[in-house]
């Protein structure tokens, strides 16, 4: 039986992950603005540029988070990320066209997406035991794939009834719903009379985080031809639909979490991590061969098994690498990558669908996907070995 300081689902964490969930119902009901913003005259490139351009204010904003969270708390940046999660999403009802506006309401829900986000996620990972903490952030990241589907499917609801306006009303109305439920959240960062926290480069640029940060961008970055581009290929091809693909897509992401989310740290978390990463390039090709709905269904269902595990395998190894004094950088720079994979992912990917079309952008993906994991095995084993190597110099 385990010890009560091993429990997970306890009440701090379960009120993190509604307030995560909720949020994230409201961040992902925006997988539907690229057909808003292909209504406006956007075409691929233009809306792989109008994601960059959030993506990349989170980045620029992470750092900042990153310091604020360890010195002053999570909790102070959940409630304003929240405060300013409502006004953003607010503002949508005001787009009409492709101007600057629209490019300042973009920013305004980059700086607050990269609030939430790594500051609920530092929250949760502070409250996971350390024995269990890959099947703790596996636990938790289910409030992150469970809106994926549902704000898929809940758009293609709001959307066959009404309009773009509405589904911007739900975002605000779930954004609100999730800052009420932050409110009485408190902070559990490590204690005190830990080492001191340095810069926040020093406190990223450690060497045995480095192949995590690579690995970390070649996934954000690949799953970005999904993320992005989904609706605008079904839009194209008829095949399928937004909401059939991310319900498998999270669906199995949330079967295998709930089920195995033990598996990693029983036969070792990188053990598990490759087979993962390879299912995710298998569902891009077979998106990339896709010729029917069930098919785009397979592919959901093999990008969610494989995402499954990755992003709470991958968190994990941060936590571990990382200093407790500065979780809240290392952390804030984890969820920057996937940021990062949709300010490169997006024009890039944006850019082979204009050249060459879906089949090979999804293929192109399966390649980036693969290539990167070998790469990361390869680098993380010498860093390994060069640190097992320093531990025995030291012991003699």
């Known amino acids: 039986m385990r010890r009560d300081t091993e429990r997970l689902l306890t009440a701090p964490f379960l009120l993190s ?127 992150g794939l469970l809106p994926i589907s549902l704000g898929g499917l809940l758009g293609d609801v709001i959307l066959t009834h009404a309009g773009y306006a509405r589904l911007f009303q739900a975002s605000i109305a779930f954004a609100a719903a999730s800052l009420a439920l932050s409110l009485p959240l408190r902070d559990h960062r490590p204690a005190r009379d830990v080492t001191p926290a340095r810069s926040f480069l020093a406190s990223v640029t450690e060497g045995d985080l480095l192949p995590l940060w690579f690995i970390g961008f070649v996934f954000a970055s690949a799953i970005t031809a999904t993320f992005t581009f989904l609706k605008t290929f079904v839009m194209e091809t008829g095949l399928g639909s937004v909401g059939l693909f ?46 029917s709905s069930i098919a785009v269904a397979v592919a959901g269902t093999l990008c969610g098994l494989g995402h499954g595990f990755t992003f709470p395998i991958l968190s994990g190894l941060v936590v571990a690498r990382a200093r407790p004094a500065e979780r809240g950088a290392a952390l804030s720079l984890f969820t920057a990558l996937f940021d990062g994979g949709v300010l490169v992912g997006g024009p890039a990917f944006g850019l082979v669908i204009r050249l060459a079309g879906y089949p090979a952008m999804f293929t192109t993906a399966a390649a980036v996907m693969l290539t990167g994991t070998i790469a990361f095995a390869v680098w993380d084993h010498r860093v390994e070995v060069a640190a097992l190597a320093t531990t025995r110099a030291r012991e003699t």
């Open 17 to 143: 992950s509604a307030a995560n969930f909720l949020q994230s119902l409201a961040f992902n009901l925006y997988l539907h603005l690229p057909g808003y913003l292909k209504e406006l005259g956007a075409g691929e490139v233009g809306i792989g540029f109008v994601f960059s351009v959030t993506a990349a204010t989170a980045i620029v904003s992470r750092p900042t988070v990153g310091r604020i969270m360890d010195a002053e708390g999570r909790r102070v940046v959940i409630v304003a990320g929240g405060m300013l999660n409502v006004l953003v999403c607010s503002l949508y009802l005001t787009i009409h066209d492709l101007g600057p506006w629209l490019y300042a309401v973009r920013i305004g829900h980059g700086i607050a997406e990269s609030m939430l986000f790594a500051a609920l996620f530092t929250q949760a990972a502070d409250l996971v035991p350390a024995a269990r903490r890959t099947e703790g952030i596996a636990l938790y990241g289910v409030s």
């Open 246 to 291: 991310f319900s498998a897509y999270s669906g199995a992401g949330v079967l295998l979490r709930l089920a195995f989310g033990w598996v990693p740290e029983r036969i070792g978390p990188k053990r598990a991590l490759f087979p993962a990463l390879t299912m995710l390039a298998a569902g891009f090709l077979v998106l990339a061969a896709a010729g």
